[in-house]
């Protein structure tokens, strides 16, 4: 059972360019979210799929950010124009979905993202 | 809204020595889960345990041991006999099934060193 894999691990970017990172879930995951976490703080919630539905946005995705689960499988986050303030490491998580349960959320490594 | 506050910012022991981390959280739900989740300098959360709101039972498993309390919202967590392999920054969060998705709510991490 291979865990939650995330795609680059590492980004450095300049200023005003796009990138894309990707997140593969754990196979039998229907649920996927995305977190953001800076430096010295707990993760934040930015965004979830139900399969290849988003159905839930945090207030800190802004309209430079972009997510999708086109499959319902792997997922991207884009940011387009990028700012400094958005260095942080990005981590993606899934879980299982049965009906009204939580179920425990198992995070990927994350991809470290610097803006310079 | 929820809430999970982690006063401790960083704990330094020596190994061997019992290591508790504090927890209080805030919601309106009655249902509600509780999360301990372990980042080590690689980045990656791993998952430590889960407990719902109906069940106050506490229990040791290995090392770890949690104590939750509904009438102080308090979910304490306990490393028994630290080893160096502990030194972590360890995060408490929160989720119900009101929430979106089940997000999770996190604290801001309490970062553990343990010297040998």
């Known amino acids: 059972d291979t865990g939650v894999s995330q795609n680059p691990r590492h980004k450095i970017t300049k200023r005003g360019q796009n990138v894309t990172f990707r997140c593969d879930p754990i196979?039998?995951?229907?649920?996927l979210y995305w977190y953001r976490q800076t430096l010295g703080q707990g993760p934040e919630f930015l965004t979830y799929f139900q399969n290849e539905a988003q159905l839930e946005k945090s207030r800190l995705l802004s309209d430079r950010f972009s997510a999708e689960r086109p499959k319902g499988s792997f997922s991207t986050l884009e940011i387009q124009r990028t700012e400094q303030g958005d260095s942080a490491m990005y981590l993606c998580a899934s879980s299982p979905y049965r009906g009204g349960r939580t179920d425990t959320q198992y995070f990927g490594p994350g991809t470290r993202l610097t803006v310079l | 809204a929820q809430k999970v506050t982690q006063a401790q910012t960083e704990i330094s022991v020596v190994e061997k020595e019992d290591v508790t981390l504090d927890c209080v959280y805030e919601t309106r739900d009655t249902t509600y889960y509780l999360f301990w989740y372990k980042q080590p300098p690689s980045g990656e959360l791993v998952f430590l345990i889960r407990?719902?709101?109906?069940?106050?039972q506490n229990e040791i498993s290995g090392r770890y041991s949690w104590n939750f309390q509904k009438s102080t919202s308090s979910f304490n967590f306990t490393i028994t006999a630290s080893q160096v392999v502990d030194s972590a920054v360890y995060f408490c969060?929160?989720?119900?099934?009101?929430?979106?998705?089940?997000?999770?709510?996190f604290g801001g991490g309490t970062r553990v060193l343990v010297k040998p």
């Open positions: 196979s039998e995951h229907n649920r």
């Open positions: 969060a929160l989720s119900s099934p009101g929430a979106a998705g089940n997000k999770l709510t």
């Open positions: 407990r719902n709101s109906f069940d106050e």
